[in-house]
């Protein structure tokens, strides 16, 4: 199984972390408070973790899904929350 993790260095990590949560919400199970989430999202689980400085994305892959546009989606909706920080992209590692 496949586990893809994203970084992204911002003191904002708990209020992104949220609207994340809250925005898959309207499609998917999810759920989050300050410093955790998770959301049910069609590729795989994803958790979300914030501390003071680091928002991290952890994405479990289902067994056929393509790492590529699971990041990109991550991206694409963080990059809307996060415009203010010029924010492109999360740091990507897979495991």
């Not at 994340?20 to 955790?36: G, S």
């Not at 991550?74 to 010029?86: S, Y």
Request: glycine share 4%.
């Amino acid at each position: 199984m496949t586990t893809l993790t994203g970084t992204f260095e911002t003191p904002n990590a708990s209020k992104y972390l949220q609207q994340l949560c809250k925005h898959f919400a309207h499609k998917v199970d999810a759920n989050c408070d300050e410093t955790r989430g998770f959301a049910a999202l069609g590729f795989g689980p994803t958790q979300f973790e914030a501390d003071v400085a680091t928002l991290s994305v952890k994405i479990t892959l289902n067994d056929d899904s393509d790492p590529i546009p699971a990041q990109q989606m991550i991206d694409a909706h963080l990059e809307r929350f996060a415009f203010r920080e010029k924010f492109k992209t999360m740091v990507w590692s897979e495991n």
